[in-house]
């Protein structure tokens, strides 16, 4: 049997990005050949992240890369399964590297990013490599590409668990700071920059929510209907960036601060970790109990 030295395990390390006793497991089996120790580790890690793909990932970070001319940034979502790997050096790079890569090379979709050039392989095998060191489902879920009609601002919160992005022209680099302050610390969260662009059908199920509610109060017709466009109203100021209270000064609304500054706002794009996404919710006791009834 060949031996294998420090030296092997190292270099192989370094060529595959494999986990030390994966690397060595792997030379014992090639019987010391690094070509086939390789291609071990490639078929080996590559089938690890089949495994993985079917598990929820549903934690991770947001990532943003603004361009050094502040015109042209990206956000994006990477998702991991466990809040401790969200926190990882290297998964945190990987949403880094595709951030930057967003902004700058602006693919037409998930599919054509993952086959970007990244540290001298594919995203996608970068992300591949890393699901077989850690062991976990990592996916690129979403990004935005903003090309900013002004300049951008960028915010990260939360231990990367919310982004924002807002184009905005106008005013200084500290309002555009504080506008994606306000955006990701709104509650509830903007959806739209002003009322003319909430979803038809959002604003058609609010009013008809608000019609059940008035029509139970017997009022007269007329009464109803103003409360019902009272209510309409009301939500549409709610989820509108314009309509919102400024959060550092809520006696005025952030279209009367941006007029104060003689500023605009032209879009902007907020992304949270993991919203939208089911989550599981196994009983983990009853899972590792079932686990140790099969292996019995």
Do not use: W
Not at 259 to 268: I, L, P, Q, R, Y
Request: charged share 30%; net charge positive.
């Amino acid at each position: 049997m060949a031996e294998i030295s420090a030296g092997m395990v190292k270099a192989l390390r370094e060529k595959t990005d494999a986990p030390m006793m994966e690397c060595k497991k792997a030379l014992a089996e090639a019987g010391g050949d690094m070509g086939k120790a390789e291609e071990i580790l490639r078929v080996r890690l590559g089938n690890r992240a089949t495994k993985a793909a079917g598990r929820v990932a549903a934690e991770g970070v947001v990532a943003a890369h603004v361009t050094a001319d502040g015109r042209t940034g990206a956000l994006v979502e990477v998702n991991c399964e466990t809040d401790f790997v969200a926190k990882n050096d290297e998964f945190i790079a990987l949403a880094a590297g595709v951030a930057e890569l967003v902004a700058s090379r602006n693919p037409r979709d998930v599919e054509a990013l993952s086959q970007l050039p990244l540290k001298g392989k594919t995203v996608e095998d970068v992300r591949k490599a890393l699901v077989g060191k850690i062991g976990e489902n990592l996916a690129i879920r979403r990004f935005t590409r903003m090309a900013a009609k002004g300049k951008l601002g960028v915010y990260i919160h939360g231990g990367a668990r919310i982004g924002v992005l807002v184009d905005y022209a106008g005013g200084d680099a500290q309002l555009g700071k504080d506008l994606a302050m306000h955006i990701a610390g709104s509650n509830p969260r903007p959806i739209a920059l002003s009322k003319d662009q909430v979803p038809a059908d959002l604003v058609k199920k609010e009013r008809d929510i608000a019609a059940a509610k008035a029509a139970e109060s017997g009022k007269p017709a007329n009464i109803v209907e103003k409360m019902v466009e009272g209510s309409v109203q009301k939500f549409l100021k709610e989820v509108t960036l314009l309509g919102q209270p400024f959060v550092r000064n809520d006696k005025q609304t952030v279209e009367q601060l941006l007029k104060s500054k003689g500023a605009t706002v032209a879009g902007f794009a907020l992304y949270v970790v993991g919203e939208g996404i089911e989550k599981r919710k196994d009983d983990f006791v009853s899972e590792v109990m079932a686990q140790v009834g099969q292996a019995g």
